[in-house]
């Protein structure tokens, strides 16, 4: 069993940045996508970015490219989000998730079967 654990959300000021961390373990996530996503209030579950099993990408979601930038630390088991210039409308909760469903688009939910709890960031402008 794989077990994710975000960490590093917090409230900051619009313009801020904020970095998130996912440690992983149970296994090796070496042949996993590992994606981030978010949720605010009222709204389904989003892709925000990944980075394949094979070291491909990172990819983004169009809102956050050029601020959000994911890094991966294989011997870590570890993926991160740095979040630059963050705007209030990136208000959410968190999530980080792993999955080797490569069918899948790599931006769909429905590829990671393994999904941290979350951690929220608030940005109050």
């Known amino acids: 069993q794989v077990h994710l654990v975000e960490s590093g959300g917090g409230l900051v000021q619009a313009g801020g940045s904020l970095r998130l961390s996912c440690a992983a373990s149970g296994r090796s996530l070496g042949s996993h996508n590992m994606g981030w996503f978010r949720q605010a209030p009222g709204k389904d579950r989003e892709f925000v970015g990944c980075?394949?099993?094979?070291?491909?990408?990172?990819y983004y979601t169009d809102s956050v490219k050029g601020r959000f930038t994911i890094s991966r630390e294989y011997a870590k088991n570890s993926v991160y989000l740095q979040m630059n210039s963050l705007k209030p409308e990136d208000t959410a909760v968190y999530y980080c998730?792993?999955?080797?469903?490569?069918?899948?688009?790599?931006?769909?939910?429905?590829?990671?079967?393994?999904w941290g709890q979350g951690t929220q960031v608030t940005v109050s402008s």
């Open positions: 980075i394949t099993w094979s070291g491909d990408g990172p």
């Open positions: 998730a792993a999955g080797d469903r490569l069918y899948y688009h790599y931006s769909n939910r429905d590829g990671y079967e393994y």
